[in-house]
């Protein structure tokens, strides 16, 4: 097998980085096997049970702490910064994703060359019906709104070329959302059901407003349709109130009858006021996300590095 590297980003899992890593090496540690651990800002033990990892020895291990706590997607990019492998895997380190699953993974790129990228979607999910119809949703949202297109329950869990790496590694923007990034840069696909297996320890670190603030940054990302919603807006309006201004004033002219009062301009007034926030909270969402990435400062900043000497 060609030369591994798993990408993994952690953030307080201290209690799952000694699993994980027995669970990987004995699954793959037959190959030539990095394993490149992110600890993103993490408050508990992490970092610790990290380094007792890499002085085992037993594979190649890199570990990258952040200063503070930047994001998944930061993780996932200083992985991809430190992977040197023929093949990267994005796994998480809580072992919901089985490392047994990355073998099949790389067996399909050693076996179908026009293949570039390997990712896993699941097949049956544990989680609440809300939860599962508010995720439908997005997908068919943003499948709508971009210009590429998202494999519907498609998670990061996913291995491809070292060209792929290459690829994701050119984009320097800011806010990054994988999923988009790697339906953007394109590159044959192949897609794998798995199921997804109870956390070995703690909870997961996605609540419901995490998943929605990262609905919000894949839509605006990959996405202009909501700048064009709110001209719509504007122009549906701007309609709606002229025609409504010339039947007062027919009105008014052939019947005689006073002119709507306070209620009637209080309401409209309102709806107007609530149409034109809301158009200008979509442009300072794209604004704010122009201005911060005009600053042009890093994804991430490492304050330690362990296992880079060479």
């Not at 990054?176 to 297996?197: D, L, Q």
Request: glycine share 8%.
């Amino acid at each position: 097998m060609a030369k591994l590297s798993l990408v993994v980003p952690c953030y307080n899992e201290g209690e799952n980085v000694i699993p994980f890593h027995e669970a990987a090496v004995k699954a793959l540690g037959d190959g030539e096997l990095e394993i490149v651990y992110i600890d993103d800002g993490s408050r508990d033990a992490t970092l610790h049970n990290l380094k007792k990892i890499y002085a085992r020895g037993d594979c190649k291990v890199k570990i990258v702490s952040f200063s503070r706590n930047f994001g998944k997607e930061s993780g996932i990019y200083a992985g991809l910064e430190h992977a040197t492998g023929d093949y990267i895997c994005i796994i998480d380190a809580d072992l919901q994703q089985r490392p047994e699953i990355v073998r099949d993974m790389v067996a399909i790129l050693e076996e179908q060359p026009d293949v570039d990228v390997v990712a896993a979607y699941q097949d049956r999910r544990g989680e609440g019906k809300v939860l599962s119809f508010f995720k439908r949703s997005f997908y068919k949202v943003i499948n709508r709104l971009s210009k590429v297109a998202l494999q519907p329950d498609a998670s990061d869990f996913r291995t491809f070329r070292k060209s792929v790496r290459d690829s994701l590694l050119s984009l320097g923007e800011y806010h990054r959302f994988s999923k988009g990034i790697f339906a953007w840069v394109g590159y044959n696909t192949a897609f794998i059901p798995y199921t997804a297996c109870a956390r070995v320890n703690g909870k997961t670190k996605w609540s419901f407003w995490k998943l929605f603030n990262y609905a919000i940054e894949g839509i605006i990302g990959f996405s202009t349709a909501p700048l064009r919603l709110a001209t719509l807006l504007g122009s549906v309006t701007g309609v709606a109130a002229l025609i409504y201004l010339i039947c007062v004033i027919v009105e008014k002219l052939t019947r005689g009858i006073a002119v709507p009062g306070y209620a009637t301009i209080i309401v409209l007034i309102l709806l107007l006021s609530s149409v034109q926030l809301f158009c200008i909270g979509i442009i300072g969402e794209y604004v704010g996300r122009n201005f911060e990435q005009s600053k042009n400062r890093p994804v991430y900043i490492a304050k330690e590095i362990v296992g880079e000497e060479e």
